[in-house]
């Protein structure tokens, strides 16, 4: 079985940072892209960042400048870094996984989610 998990969320006033984190495990062969989604209430959710596993990144326009994508592919994990936080960057924030399993099968993991809030 596989794991995402995320840590990092909280409430932060707006202009302030936080960090993202989530880390993979279970029987992982080789990770992929990774990516952050995020969710607001009553809207779709919408994809973040991404970063490949060569390290190429991609940001959406109402991040770019402020979020910046990282991971470290020895301990499988993902970062996000966000700075000059806004209110409306207030969501549930997600990471994506495409990665493949030691039984040889690739497919998208999800992680569970963690609240981040932007309000003084």
């Known amino acids: 079985q596989v794991q995402l998990v995320e840590s990092g969320g909280g409430l932060v006033q707006p202009g302030g940072s936080l960090r993202l984190s989530c880390a993979a495990s279970g029987s992982i062969y080789s990770i992929y892209a990774m990516e952050w989604y995020r969710q607001a209430p009553g809207k779709q959710r919408e994809l973040v960042a991404t970063?490949?596993?060569?390290?190429?990144?991609n940001y959406a326009d109402s991040v770019k400048g402020r979020f910046t994508i990282s991971r470290d592919n020895a301990k499988n994990t993902v970062h996000l870094q966000m700075n000059s936080l806004k209110p409306e960057d207030t969501a549930v924030y997600y990471c994506?996984?495409?990665?493949?399993?030691?039984?040889?099968?690739?497919?998208?993991?999800w992680g569970q989610g963690t609240q981040v809030t932007v309000s003084s």
């Open positions: 994506n996984a495409d990665l493949e399993t030691h039984r040889r099968v690739q497919r998208r993991y």
């Open positions: 970063i490949t596993s060569g390290g190429s990144t």
